[in-house]
């Protein structure tokens, strides 16, 4: 557990995520405080993680030894310059946003340059993320050490450089969602076969878990792979759905890089 306190600005999605993975893992830090403008969004927060600080002063929840920018990329840069006399010399900030360079977030920030960034994913809920993090230079092997503590129960957290971080957005943080509505379509369908969600849990996960290492640890061809089960019953959607993946994919990584 770390005995920095921190802060989160903004208490959405993400907000919930890491405070629920931390929950799950045992290692909610002592100190945090969630600022966010909603008073239902830091009720909710309030109710679910009793032992943290709520504030609707994002200037409060700056001012904490370890700073996440947890809102998203339209209103990041009037909020991150509205809080910057507030944010400790010594403070690390983490930007959870795309789009946003250090260059541009030093900017925003008066020149501080102790600064972050995480591209977050939707499974650190349950400790299973994929969290690629850049430091800046100003931060010293410490500081990065005091980070990494803090994403590792999350999941996995590789430094990566700070040009691919867009690419991971896409990858990884919006990845589940090309997914879960299928996944959950087939334990619908399966479920209406007789299967019980005990049967079709281990199935199911072992399923996704298998496919995915099968493609990428194989040693066969995509080709090859896909030649492993004869019959497709989606085959003629098939074409269709990966033409999509082609062509909407680019165009939202056009969309979020810097």
Not at 158 to 177: C, N, Q, R
Not at 181 to 195: D, K, N, P, S, Y
Request: proline share 8%; charged share 20%; net charge positive.
């Amino acid at each position: 557990m770390s005995n920095k306190s921190i802060g989160f600005i903004g208490g959405g999605r993400i907000t919930r995520i890491f405070l629920e993975g931390w929950t799950r893992a045992q290692k909610l830090p002592a100190s945090v405080t969630v600022s966010d403008p909603n008073a239902e969004t830091l009720s909710k927060l309030k109710t679910r993680f009793p032992a943290i600080s709520t504030t609707p002063d994002n200037a409060r929840a700056a001012a904490q030894d370890i700073v996440f920018l947890a809102v998203h990329p339209p209103v990041l840069a009037e909020t991150v310059a509205a809080v910057k006399g507030a944010i400790k010399p010594e403070a690390i900030v983490a930007s959870l946003a795309p789009k946003f360079t250090f260059t541009k977030l030093s900017g925003l920030l008066g020149g501080f340059a102790r600064l972050a960034r995480v591209i977050p994913n939707a499974p650190s809920i349950i400790g299973l993320g994929y969290n690629p993090v850049a430091f800046a230079s100003a931060l010293t092997a410490g500081d990065r050490a005091e980070l990494l503590a803090l994403l590792t129960p999350l999941g996995d957290c590789p430094e990566v450089a700070e040009a691919k971080l867009e690419a991971y957005a896409v990858l990884s943080a919006m990845g589940p969602t090309y997914l879960w509505f299928q996944l959950q379509a087939l334990r619908e369908v399966a479920a209406g076969f007789g299967l019980s969600d005990a049967e079709i849990t281990p199935a199911l996960k072992r399923m996704v878990c298998g496919g995915a290492r099968t493609l990428l640890e194989s040693g066969l061809t995509p080709a090859e792979v896909m030649d492993l089960i004869p019959v497709k019953p989606l085959a003629e959607m098939e074409a269709h759905v990966a033409e999509m993946y082609r062509t909407r994919l680019p165009a939202l990584f056009q969309k979020i890089k810097p």
